[in-house]
């Protein structure tokens, strides 16, 4: 059985930073891609960033609302994906979550989720 | 960027059919999928390129797909598919993903 889980979520102060983990199990982290989202209270879901997989480079893309502040990476060998979140500000504040990214035909589906951290920043 | 919209809300009364729209330019020309999410839960795919669906998700659940809208249809509609709806599509030109700004479906 697949299954993403979260954590490293909490009560952080604006300007602080934070770490989130994304560990997976049931597949093989390997050959997928892992995208973190985020939903702030009442609101629809934002992609937040994506790391590709090791044949495609590993490399990263990051939403604007966070690029330069938050980092994505992976670690294949212990199956966890990574956020770190630096210069956290107010409107950060959201559930987070990981999911699997699935190459198609053409696009990319979102298969997997884990159920959320949740991330609160306030003074 | 590429927009998606949907509808904010929409009723349907049990046993009816629910058809939440997602529009885009062209829309027909990717692939869209659809998620469903209950309150405080994580994002389930329920359908995907257009009209397939995963393992496990109702055969009331269907999807289509032509010019500038997308449908995802609920049949005999229950209390339990009460939730937020999000269409999503990949935009080829900034790879990147786009979301719809999800649909809340209540049952009465």
């Known amino acids: 059985e697949v299954q993403l889980v979260e954590s490293g979520g909490g009560l952080v102060q604006p300007g602080r930073s934070l770490r989130l983990s994304c560990r997976v199990s049931?597949?093989?982290?390997?050959?997928?891609?892992v995208s973190w989202f985020r939903q702030a209270p009442g609101k629809g879901l934002e992609w937040v960033a994506f790391?590709?997989?090791?044949?495609?480079?590993?490399?990263?893309e990051h939403a604007a609302s966070v690029k330069g502040r938050f980092t994505i990476s992976r670690d294949d060998s212990e199956n966890t994906a990574y956020l770190q979140m630096n210069s956290l500000k107010t409107e950060d504040t959201a559930l987070y979550f990981c999911?699997?990214?699935?190459?198609?035909?053409?696009?990319?589906?979102?298969?997997?989720w884990g159920h959320g951290t949740l991330v609160t920043v306030s003074s | 960027s590429y927009v998606l919209t949907q509808p904010h809300s929409l009723s349907v009364a049990p046993g009816k059919t629910a058809r939440i729209t997602c529009g885009g330019l062209?829309?027909?020309?990717?692939?869209v999928h659809w998620y469903q999410q209950k309150p405080g839960q994580a994002p389930v795919l329920v359908i995907y390129y257009d009209s397939d669906r995963p393992s496990g998700i109702p055969e009331r659940f269907s999807g289509s797909n032509s010019a500038n809208t997308a449908t995802l249809s609920i049949s005999r509609v229950e209390a339990g598919d009460e939730a937020d709806y999000f269409c999503?599509?990949?935009?080829?030109?900034?790879?990147?993903?786009?979301f719809g700004g999800g649909t809340k479906l209540t049952v009465l």
């Open positions: 790391i590709r997989r090791k044949a495609d480079g590993t490399t990263t």
């Open positions: 999911s699997r990214r699935v190459r198609g035909a053409g696009s990319y589906i979102f298969d997997h």
């Open positions: 049931g597949y093989s982290f390997g050959d997928y891609g």
């Open positions: 999503q599509v990949w935009d080829r030109n900034s790879d990147l993903p786009v």
């Open positions: 062209n829309i027909g020309s990717y692939s």
